[in-house]
């Protein structure tokens, strides 16, 4: 009820200020948002799966905005909130009616020298200490596939790789004249996840990330940057007394040289973590000690050309990541294996549960975590089994190569990522898992090459991950997935354009899955066969009034067939109706 | 020494930054930076409306209980208290709009009485795309509201005879009070709001107009407030479409789709339907216009086939301007032809009403035998009417006839509308289906109905004849001043009947199954600029005959007791079946307080009353004290 009340008094003083706003006054209120309105219709394909027990259709939707309230009461000073008003679809008068405020922030300039955010805040330090890593599988371009993206993007904040907190936020710099250019100074206290109450007399620990950068500007071709970031837990806020500490440094320094053809940009990065559960306020006077203790450290040099032109750009390096490295805020995965599917979560007479497959993955944006994670989240191996946990994946030593290239009119783009990775240690057995890795794409823009206004253009793509292990039968893998898509857009009438794309998934061999306990520790390793193939073949059509502001339906033909007794193969389609407007 | 001088040094570089640094260039930052980009253009109208209600029971149902005073604040309608719409419209030329419902019980600070913010009707997206070959609008979103024609989409409407004494939420504020009551003596039309005589719809609407060779098209695929199933993701949808061609500037043609389709089985594919196809023309002749609609629809479920069946909806009519304005009306729709969205009542297949706890009660008209005044079609029945205007001075009449028959036989039941009380009774019980201590009642959005039984029946069950219809409406306007005050008298009156034979005109006697007499007049005088005194008088009679319902009293009763008084024994009878009378009079007040606010007040005192359905008798006061505030 106080929320109500708060909501009310939030919207009557956003709203009716706005008046003054809309009779032109002052420029102190001013709006934007987002809008959608979203359909989709589901159904089994009998034919496919044996199953009476499920229903044939399901069918959802619903139509939000969010209204975005940005106050200026001074100068330089900003109030920002984000309220959400969402209706489903089939819902009338009122009912299946959301009223929500999402964000909420106030952030200005303090004596026109410091920075500050307090409330929801996008965070992002080096790709070690603070960064929300892309999620498998959907790096590829497929427009089809694009506004699932934008979804799962928008509605988790996915926002430039940033993880979403709450806290207090601050920066400010310095320039001078000698020695070095400038410093910057950077530092943020969050709260990722409040106390919460699990049982009478039980609460959790507060759980807050703080950090700090410095970045200094030593000349035109040198910067030295260092980060540091802590997850832990302060025990008095809860009633537990164990409690989390996982501080991670790094440094960096980044070289950067121009020719008048080409830019060269040289990158060294080192850093150490820490992780430990300390044990404190123990009975009978025990002193405080500490539990589950690791540490480790990571070093990656990258070196990379580009062409000043842009037609090609080429990046190679070498990494190492410990083991024992551990740091939350860049090692916490978008994709969470602990959910469930949103459609047809169970399946066959039987009513097992359905595992995801490539078009649950990309189109279900519950799938996907916001809260940061202390210890490393579980893993499905036959989508990414290389680098789970992005550049900073422990466990990893290896040399990667990134290039992209061009003709000068774009007629065609062409991408290239490799890496060859091997464990640093081996889990379970002294042999180390070898990976590879392969990507490739080539996009052919048609009318460019025969001078068409129109837009027509193909893009195919190919993803590989090859792991290994040597050693005796019982602990040898040879796990080997494949992703290929191909996709087709063509634009018939201005800004209208007809789509299609087919995306096919196989995946074979064998892996151990690990399992962990609540301290990230390793207590089991489950070996699981692999043999399945995927498809999603997708027809559509758009009209894009501008990028995020367009009109999509598709339809989708998906499924999954298992070559393993263990699961039944499936089928399913799909009408989506996707009305997408940023205001 | 060193301290201070590395604080000089800091503070020295801090102030550098206070000019340079944050305004002009970018320093690192963990957080993102955000740039003033806001839409083009956002605004915010909408309405505070307190609704003060005050009910008084004298006389209650014997299953009241025992609550006989009602104090209440709000509309218990659903309507909101606070209306906030928010109309905005982005650089890309994208309308996009919500309407946030804000309400209060006033019933004490108690958190439990806090009302949830909510929408009052939904999300709306609009866009207009521009091409060479038309303009295209896309919509998507709802409630929105959506018409195309009689018998696919089209909300109720018919001839405006009504009681302006009562007011609706959505009812515009004039510019000054006594404007309502002369609006509607001189054009007859009362602004209800946009949603008056279209259909609620949510999904995707598409609109394309100058479209080349002069067509202009129009659909929606969604749901209309009629597809509501049990099971929320099931299937359940209205799909509607219009093309039209203006073939000169007196003629238009138009072909009109529908198709509802409902899943009655979540786990097979069985599933309700039906489809309609229509053609429409329209055609002007100087002062005569020519309007036609001609449909084929059909219906199944996985019970029955209905099969095909035809509909026609003709109208005559001529211009205004005339001496004397007829309309011409005739009509058939059979009892295949089957729509819920239409300008008409189905009353052949009772299963496309959604039958779910909470949903189907608010959305349910009348569908056994319904008696109806003109200008609203029902299935499975054919008829015309024709209608009249004169003007004589300052008295103006307009009136109209009709007679009406079943294709088919039907339900062995009937139904009938109250034309007095019916918003109060509607209130006593809201959206509540057979109710009354004789479960006849039957609660809708500000109206009440009635069911019928008939016991003359075939062994299947139904009526064991065809029914008849007939209607005589008739209303006339008079203005004039008094101590040079405007005054209206405005006084409607309605005569409907039912039997079991064609007759040109109503029957009242034992022979008419049902016969419904109502006379409402309304007066109202402008006291000055800003108030207007206002008053009510409603009679309704209904009597039914032998073959109806009979009553629990012991003692027939008289059908009229002025004319048994009188001792004329052939302008009464004695009846054990229905003899309701149901009496309003209301006075009040409609006071303007400013710009865009208005005060009105509404006293009514009520009689439900039946003396041979003894415990039929309700009898009570209401107030009424709304306040309304545009902006």
Same mark, same amino acid.
């Given at each position: 009820m106080k929320r109500n009340l708060l909501l009310l008094k939030t919207i009557f003083g956003i709203l009716f200020s706005d008046f003054s706003l809309y009779s032109q006054t002052n420029e102190n209120i001013w709006f934007d948002g987002f809008s959608r309105t979203y359909f989709a219709r589901d159904a089994i394909n009998i034919n496919a799966i044996d199953d009476t027990i499920s229903a044939r259709n399901i069918s959802n939707g619903y139509s939000l905005l969010d209204l975005n309230t940005h106050v200026n009461p001074i100068k330089d000073i900003e109030i920002f909130t984000q309220l959400r008003l969402k209706n489903s679809f089939g819902s009338f008068f009122g009912s299946g009616t959301e009223v929500s405020v999402r964000q909420l922030r106030a952030k200005g300039i303090i004596n026109n020298k410091i920075r500050f955010s307090v409330g929801d805040l996008f965070l992002k330090q080096s790709k070690f200490t603070l960064y929300n890593y892309d999620e498998e599988l959907v790096s590829y371009e497929n427009d089809l596939i694009n506004p699932y993206k934008d979804i799962i993007h928008y509605e988790n904040f996915? /926002?430039? /790789?940033?993880w979403r907190l709450q806290g207090l936020q601050a920066d400010f710099s310095y320039e001078f004249d000698r020695y070095i250019r400038g410093l910057d100074f950077d530092f943020f206290v969050t709260r990722p996840r409040g106390s919460r109450q699990i049982n009478e007399t039980t609460y959790s620990s507060d759980i807050l990330l703080s950090g700090g950068s410095i970045i200094s500007q030593i000349n035109k071709q040198l910067i030295l940057s260092g980060n540091y970031i802590n997850l832990f837990e302060p025990g008095a806020s809860g009633t537990k007394n164990i409690s989390i500490r996982n501080p991670v440094h790094d440094i960096s320094l980044l070289y950067s040289f121009d020719k008048e053809k080409y830019h060269i940009q040289q990158k060294l990065q080192t850093g150490i973590s820490k992780r430990f559960w300390l044990h404190s306020e123990l009975e009978n006077e025990v002193s405080d000690s500490t539990s589950s203790r690791t540490q480790g450290m990571y070093f990656e040099l990258d070196n990379k050309y580009s062409k000043k032109d842009s037609t090609l750009s080429l990046s190679l390096g070498y990494r190492y990541v410990d083991p024992n490295f551990r740091s939350a805020g860049a090692q916490t995965r978008r994709l969470d294996y602990n959910n469930i599917n949103s459609i047809y979560p169970t399946y066959t007479n039987m009513s097992l549960i359905r595992p995801p497959s490539i078009f649950d993955l990309l189109s279900d944006y519950k799938w996907y975590n916001q809260d940061l994670s202390s210890i490393l989240m579980t893993f499905n191996p036959t989508y990414s089994n290389v680098l789970p946990y992005g550049d900073a994946t422990p466990n990893r030593s290896g040399i990667y190569i990134n290039a992209r290239t061009n003709n000068i009119n774009k007629q065609f783009i062409a991408k290239i990522n490799a890496g060859f990775f091997k464990e640093v240690i081996g889990q379970g057995t002294v042999n180390k898992r070898n990976f590879s890795l392969f990507k490739g794409s080539l996009k052919v823009n048609f009318d460019r090459l025969l001078n068409w206004k129109k837009e027509l253009n193909l893009y195919v793509s190919s993803k590989s991950e090859i792991s290994r292990r040597k050693g005796e039968d019982i602990s040898s893998i040879n796990l080997f997935s494949n992703h290929i898509n191909v996709s087709a857009n063509a634009e018939i009438a201005k800004k209208f354009f007809i789509q299609s794309s087919y995306q096919l998934f196989n995946s074979n061999g064998n892996e151990f899955l690990t399992q962990r306990d609540n301290y990230g520790n390793i207590t089991y390793f489950t070996k699981t066969q692999i043999d399945q193939k995927e498809h999603v073949l997708s027809m559509g059509m758009l009209y894009k009034f501008r990028k995020k502001v367009y009109a999509n339906l598709n339809y989708n033909w998906w499924g999954m067939k298992f070559s393993e007794v263990d699961y039944e193969n499936y089928k399913y389609n799909r009408l989506v109706l996707i009305l997408s407007v940023e205001l | 020494m060193r301290r201070s001088f590395l604080i000089i040094f800091f503070m020295s570089g801090l102030s550098i930054l206070g000019q340079d640094t944050i305004v002009e260039q970018k320093p690192f930052s963990s957080n993102i930076l955000s740039f003033k980009n806001p839409s083009s253009s956002i605004s915010f109208s909408g309405y505070y409306r307190f609704l003060g209600f005050v009910r008084n029971q004298q006389e209650t149902f014997p299953n009241n209980s025992g609550k006989t005073l009602v104090i209440s604040s709000g509309d218990a309608y659903r309507e909101p208290m606070f209306l906030l719409k928010i109309i905005g419209k982005t650089r890309d030329n994208i309308n996009f709009g919500a309407d946030l419902m804000m309400n209060s019980l006033y019933k004490g600070p108690s958190p439990e009485y806090t009302q949830d913010l909510t929408l009052n009707l939904g999300l709306n997206l609009a866009a207009s795309i521009n091409t060479n070959n038309g303009i295209f609008n896309l919509r998507a979103g709802g409630v929105s509201w959506y018409r195309q024609s009689r018998l696919t989409v089209w909300g109720n409407r018919s001839f405006n005879r009504i009681s302006i004494y009562e007011r609706r939420p959505q009812t515009p504020l004039n510019k000054i009070p006594i404007n309502r009551y002369s609006r509607y003596y001189d054009s007859g039309l009362v602004d209800q709001g946009i949603r008056y005589g279209s259909r609620a719809f949510q999904g995707v609407f598409l609109k394309g107009s100058d479209l080349p060779f002069n067509f202009t098209t129009k659909g929606v695929i969604g749901k209309s407030n009629f597809n509501r199933s049990s099971l929320e993701t099931s299937d359940n949808f209205t799909g509607s479409l219009q093309i039209k061609n203006s073939l000169n500037n007196s003629t238009k043609i138009a072909y009109n789709y529908l198709n509802s389709w409902t899943d009655t089985d979540s786990l097979s594919d069985k599933n309700r339907s039906y489809f309609i196809h229509t053609l429409e023309l329209e055609k002007t002749w100087n002062k005569l216009r020519f309007q036609m609609e001609l449909g084929l629809g059909n219906y199944h479920d996985p019970i029955q086939k209905l099969g095909y069946g035809e509909a026609i909806i003709l109208n005559i009519k001529t211009d205004k301007s005339s001496k004397l304005p007829l309309n011409f009306q005739y009509y058939r729709i059979t009892s295949q032809f089957v729509n819920v969205t239409g300008n008409f009542l189905n009353t052949s297949v009772l299963e496309v009403f959604p039958n779910i706890e909470g949903v189907g009660t608010t959305i349910r008209t009348p569908y056994q035998s319904p008696i109806v005044g003109l200008g609203y079609p029902v299935n499975n029945r054919q008829g015309a009417s024709i209608n009249a205007d004169i003007s004589i001075g300052r008295l103006k009449l307009n009136g109209g006839v009709g007679v009406f028959a079943e294709i088919d036989t039907s339900y062995s039941s009937l139904s009938y509308i109250h034309n007095v009380n019916s918003q109060t009774l509607s209130r006593i019980y809201l959206f509540a289906q057979d109710w009354g201590p004789y479960n006849a009642l039957n609660s809708t959005y500000r109206g009440v109905f009635e069911n019928v039984n008939i016991s003359d029946t075939t062994l299947d069950g139904l009526a064991n004849f065809k029914k008849f219809f007939n209607t005589i409406e008739f209303q006339t306007k008079y203005n004039n001043k008094i101590f040079g005050k405007n005054y209206y008298i405005f006084s409607l009156t309605r005569l409907n009947t039912s039997q079991n034979e064609l007759k040109v005109l109503p029957q009242i006697g034992s022979q008419t199954l049902i016969s419904q007499f109502s006379e409402e007049i309304d007066f109202s005088i402008e006291l000055n600029e800003k108030s207007t005194f206002v008053l009510s008088y409603g009679l309704e009679k209904i009597l039914g005959n032998a073959s109806t319902d009979i009553g629990d009293s012991p003692k027939a009763s008289s059908t009229n007791t002025f004319f048994e008084k009188l001792g004329l024994k052939n302008f009464y009878r004695y009846s054990n079946s229905r003899n309701q009378k149901n009496t309003l009079f209301g006075f009040g007040f409609d006071y303007k307080i400013g710009d865009n606010a208005m005060i009105f007040l509404r006293c009514n005192q009520y009689t439900y009353y039946d003396p041979n359905f003894i415990e039929n008798y309700l009898k009570g006061w209401e107030t009424m004290l709304e306040l309304k505030i545009n902006f």
């Open positions: 996915y /926002n430039e /790789n940033r | -």
